[in-house]
């Protein structure tokens, strides 16, 4: 047997990517979401990605609550802390970030789950141009680590696809998975540079 010690580089080089996606949509039958969907399914083998699907669970954000945090938000937390990066998909509404997804990240401002999270960015709509940069400003400012190559428009107003429909599109599918392939190999390169600094 070889007993040959791997190093925590090593170890961080052959684990799964673990990646949050989250949808600011609530509808049953959303771009966003459809979006996200596509993406799982065409993530490379050593990615991990799972949809948060509790945003309509979390209550409204509020200081007082968080002594005895709800278990929804827990559950938020968790799944944040679970991540090596998230991606989040929104919708515009009246030139902003939808309320609910606002509210999951008022519940994120106060921990330590989003410090220096690498995000990354999809749009299912180029008109949707005021939500993407809100949503900037504010994952910015809770400093996540926004990786702009991973970020990208995805044009599916007006069309009729579900996750397997975006997923089946040669154009399409090629731009979701080479953002996932840029993301992944984004959050590794942090992922290795921070243990060299710790060894």
Known sequence: MDWTPVSFVDRASTRPIQILAISGSLRQVSFNTALLRSAIVLSPDHVAMRLYSGLGDLPHFNPDLEPMEPAPVSDLRAQVQWADGLIFSSPEYAHGVPGVL?????????????????IALFNASPRATHAQASLTEI??????RL???????????????DADGIAADPELSRVIRAAIVA?????????????????
């Open 102 to 118: 606002k509210n999951a990240l008022d519940w994120l401002v106060s921990g330590s789950e989003f410090i220096n999270k690498p």
């Open 147 to 161: 990786v702009p190559e991973a970020c990208i428009t995805v044009p599916l107003l007006g069309k009729t696809l």
């Open 139 to 144: 994952v910015t400012v809770m400093t996540g």
């Open 183 to 199: 993301f992944a190999q984004q959050i590794r390169d942090w992922q290795i540079e921070a243990i060299g600094k710790q060894e």
